[in-house]
Each structure stands twice: as C-alpha cells, then as structure tokens.
C-alpha cells in the first residue's frame, strides 16, 4: 500500500507543473500527514523539489512541488523490421536524445553499440535501465522472442537476457504494441478501457483494461493483426490465412497498389507514397475489425498509433460513427515505441521505494 500511495502522489506530481500538498491531499484522498511523508521521502530521494508558492485566497501561501526530470533516465529502444530507433528520457518523459538507423539490427553487439553509446552522456548513477519493444510474440517475463514474425536472426532469441550481459544494466523486453501504449499511458489522460491500433510494419493492438496495460496469461495478448478475417484468404507471414494483417497490412496496400510486393525494407516507403484512392479501402476492412474489438471489450477509446497509421483513420472512424468510442490519432511521431518502451525501466527502477509502476500492472 505504500508504495501504492507513493505512486499516486509521484503521478500526480508528475502530470502537473507545479502542485501543493494540500491539492495532493485532495486529489488522492490520503490524509495531510500520508502525504507530508511521501513528499519528505520523494525530496529525500531527489525526485521532487520544492519549487515557488501559489498565492492563497485566504492565508499563507502554500509552497509547490515539482518533478526533477533529471533524476532519473532511460534508454528505449524500438526494434523494427526495417529500422532501429533509440531515445534517451528524462523522468518526465521527455526526450534529451535520439537516435535512427535505417536497415534490420542483425546482432546483439551491433544492437548494444548505440545504446552504449546513447547511455554514456547521462550520469549512471541515474540510469534506470533500457526498455526494448519489438515485434511480437515475446515472452515479456523472460525476454525472449518467440516465433518473432519477419524478424530474420531474432527467433527464439533470449534478446533480454543477452542485452542484461552485453550492457551490464537492467533490460525490460515488450511488445511494441505495449511499448506504444505505455508511452500513451505516461503522457496522456487514457479512458480506463482503451485499446491502442498500432500500424506499422504489421497491424496490432495495445489494451488498457481497467486501467492497466493488458498482457494476457503468457504476455502475448493484442495479436490483433492475425486474427483470420477471410477463410481461405491470402497466405499470412505467421503461416495462416486471411489474417487481418494479410487483408489490409501495409504491405498488402502496397502490393495491390503497384501489383507486386515491395521488399519488406521497402514497404512502408512506398506505402507513404500512395494516395487516399489507393488506401482508402484498407481502412474500411481495419474499422470493421476494430468494430468487433470495440464491441468484445466494451472500449471507451480506439487510438491509432504507428508510421503507417493516419490513412486508416477515416475507415475506422466510419466504422464507429454510430457507437460513443471516441477514435484518436496519437501525438507521438516515429518515436512512440521507443518512448513506451523506456517508461518501463523507469517505473521499475522506482518500484522499490516509490513505485510508478503501481498504475500500470
């Protein structure tokens, strides 16, 4: 419970740019004195500063606390099918640096280098960690990729593990789907039911079930793309048929569009390329699947997310028109993934004192 507690105040904290105790008191519901004391421990331990006063309506003023981003950071890491991109957060977030290497990472020292790299220009004493988010499956627990689809050199591969040996520091391995959600998660107000489309070399989906991010029994849960949509559809990267991905992926756009299949470096830009007339029809297969998810879960909000997103946005809203599902486009860029994925090392390294990571599951 404390560090439950912990976490709120931190939150809250976190999401306002300046805030007493009193309003702390207010909006958790914990009593003057909990909050006193959480506060003492979080300024103890650096993460919070007294920082200005508000002035009262009546009496004193009363002295503001703010976040100190620079207590802690992350490096998050997105591991896709054509690219590698890399981020270093501050506590709030916030990205100090960033880097993009175009082409599929082949091996553990070529993905440790830049991270290495990027990990260096902070002080390591406020280093949390790396976070990695990649295509799935991934067994989140453990930080393997199992049956890892269209990821050559990565299958079955311990990722975190070897990661943890090569760097010497904690590494958390999700999906990119989660990773995406996360990143939602930290820098947004989410509906406790929310499910995050994310579209980018592939189609899958980031759940937030009563207010958490939803993994499943074995962490595998959003293989939204491979449901089978069509009997006896087109053959699937996964070995079925007529999966979703199949259907209306990027790649399947691309390669109706110029009548042959683009390299899968290739794919999303020359998906970029194409026109609304050439993409439009994609978007309404994507909205009616959404439609099913929307009414499987009862969800309160659809988020598209992913480079190859915005031009399934209007099939989707089409398709929900009629229901109160609000559907959003995300504000993050290409960065999403990797920003997600360096909240987890962050909410970890917390949890043992003032835990984040209490509002996230």
């Known amino acids: 419970m404390r560090d439950h507690n912990a976490a709120l105040v931190l939150d809250l904290i976190r999401r306002r740019d300046g805030v007493s105790r009193v309003d702390l008191a207010s909006a958790t519901g914990l009593t003057a004195q909990a909050v006193s004391k959480i506060v003492g421990r979080l300024i ?5 500063a007294e920082s200005g006063q508000a002035a009262p309506t009546v009496g004193r003023p009363t002295t503001l606390l703010r976040l100190v981003p620079s207590a802690r950071h992350a490096v998050g890491v997105h591991l896709d099918r054509d690219e590698l991109r890399l981020v270093l957060v501050d506590l709030a977030g916030q990205v100090v640096a960033a880097e993009h290497r175009p082409g599929l990472v082949g091996s553990i020292g070529e993905l440790a280098a830049p991270i290495r790299a990027l ?16 295509p799935g499956p991934v067994d989140h627990r453990t930080g393997v990729l199992h049956h890892a689809n269209r ?16 760097l010497d520091l904690p590494v958390i391995v999700d999906k990119d789907t989660n990773a995406a959600v996360l990143a939602e998660l930290w820098t947004t107000d989410v509906p406790r ?35 089978i949509k069509e009997l006896d559809g ?41 026109d609304h007339a050439e ?12 439609m099913d998810l929307v009414n499987l879960l009862d969800l309160d909000r659809v988020v598209l997310a992913g480079r190859a997103a915005p031009p399934y946005l209007d099939g989707v809203r ?44």
Not at 153 to 162: H, I, Q, R, T, Y
């Open 44 to 48: 103890e331990g650096g993460l919070v």
């Open 119 to 134: 990990a260096s220009t902070v002080d390591p004493s406020t280093l949390a960690g790396v976070g990695v988010g990649c």
């Open 151 to 166: 990821l050559p050199g990565w299958e079955n591969a311990a990722l975190g593990p070897m990661l943890t040996a090569e």
């Open 193 to 227: 039911e929310t499910a995050m489309i994310y579209v980018g070399t592939g189609i899958g989906a980031g759940l937030v079930l009563d207010g958490k991010v939803y993994r499943g029994g074995r962490t595998n849960a959003g293989e939204f793309g491979h449901m």
């Open 234 to 274: 087109p053959l699937c990267a996964c070995g079925r048929r007529g999966c979703l991905e199949a259907l209306c992926g990027p790649a399947a756009v691309v390669a109706r569009a110029l009548a042959e299949p683009a390299p899968e470096a290739l794919v999303l830009t020359r998906f970029a390329r194409l």
């Open 279 to 290: 993409t439009a029809w994609a978007g309404d297969i994507l909205g009616v699947a959404v």
């Open 318 to 361: 089409r398709a929900l028109r009629e229901t109160e599902v609000e559907v959003t486009l995300s504000g993050w860029g290409p960065q999403l993934v990797a920003v997600g994925a360096a909240t987890s090392p962050l909410a970890a390294s917390l949890t043992a004192s003032d835990a984040l990571a209490a509002r996230r599951g």
